[in-house]
């Protein structure tokens, strides 16, 4: 099987995550104080999505092959895409879902070409915002402990998440590619307890599954498929505008590493630069 045949995941294990954070003292009677929190966590997550929806830049990523044992394996494939954050009106509940809209502009160093696809691997074109659970109303999804985790950025608060109960796992094909959604989310993240920032996030998939390879795709006779592993770190940074002089904090990277059985395993890297400002008329300022 080449190396692209057929691997799509969403990133960390379609990383739809609710997230908790705890000042210093909420962190020693997480149990006494978790509705407090989350309504604070709720209202700074609803600040952040006020920004980041007015905020474009420039995602670099880099998709490395492995084998099963980890070790590289043929060259990395580039890409460079535009990216936004979109929020639409929903008109179930007045809510504002948030997603991600990139567009292609450089593959392995050259100008996309209007007939370049996505490979079965690149990011989707449009895809899930990952605090987007954070926001008020799917806060209920998630189970929250506070941690003693070590790891995270200095003077912040751990905390310990899981879906409950877990999202049942959807795969869809499209031709040789698959597109794995679900199969619950677990992990940590750490958060300033002066500001409630998110600066740090861990998450990763609680158990393996497999996936149902349908008839005729040419690779029936190899090993049964199966997810073994999918772990992504997010890191966000404090990134300084002008005209007017504001900082807000922004996703600086994310790391995803995808081990499966039956097929290449993959590590993705994606980093976000060029931040700058979007308004209605279009006028764009830099970020310095």
């Known amino acids: 099987m080449e190396p692209r045949t057929v691997m799509r995941l969403m990133s960390g294990a ?3 995550v609710a997230l908790c954070a705890f000042s210093t003292d909420a962190a020693s009677q997480a149990s006494g104080d978790t509705v407090s929190v989350l309504a604070r966590l ?4 609803r600040q952040y999505y006020d920004r980041v929806t007015s905020i474009m830049c420039t995602e670099t990523v880099s998709q490395q092959g492995l084998r099963f044992d980890l070790k590289p394996t043929g060259k990395s494939r580039d890409t460079v895409y535009e990216l936004i954050v979109v929020r639409e009106p ?20 050259r100008e996309a ?8 691997t690149d990011p989707k074109a449009i895809a899930t915002e990952p605090l987007d659970f954070l926001l008020p109303q799917r806060q209920h999804k998630y189970k929250f402990v506070a941690s003693r985790g070590t790891g995270g950025p200095p003077g912040t608060v751990a905390i310990d998440f899981e879906e409950s109960p877990p ?46 390879v349908p008839p005729g795709l040419g690779f029936i006779s190899s090993p049964p ?11 966000f940074a404090r990134v300084n505008f002008q005209d007017p002089d504001e900082t807000v904090l922004l996703l600086e990277s994310m790391e995803t590493l995808t081990v499966f059985r039956g097929a290449p395993s993959l ?4 980093r976000f630069s060029n931040f700058r400002r979007f308004l209605s008329e279009i006028r764009i300022t830099g970020a310095r």
Do not use: M
């Not at 070409?113 to 079965?120: A, E, L, T, Y």
């Not at 590590?267 to 994606?270: A, C, E, M, S, V």
């Open 90 to 109: 929903d008109a179930k509940g007045g809510e504002l879902p948030i997603h991600v809209e990139r567009t292609l502009t450089l593959v392995n160093g």
């Open 42 to 45: 709720g209202e700074r997550i």
């Open 14 to 16: 379609a990383v739809v």
């Open 225 to 235: 498929l199966r997810v073994e592993r999918s772990e992504t770190t997010l890191r």
């Open 167 to 212: 999202q049942r796992v959807d795969v869809t094909w499209e031709g040789n590619c698959f597109n794995a959604e679900g199969g619950g989310a677990k992990g940590r993240l750490w958060f300033d307890p002066r500001t409630y920032d998110v600066l740090q996030l861990e998450v990763r998939l609680p158990k393996p599954f497999r996936i149902v």
């Open 267 to 270: 590590r993705t890297t994606q």
């Open 113 to 120: 070409r209007k007939s370049d696809r996505p490979g079965c």
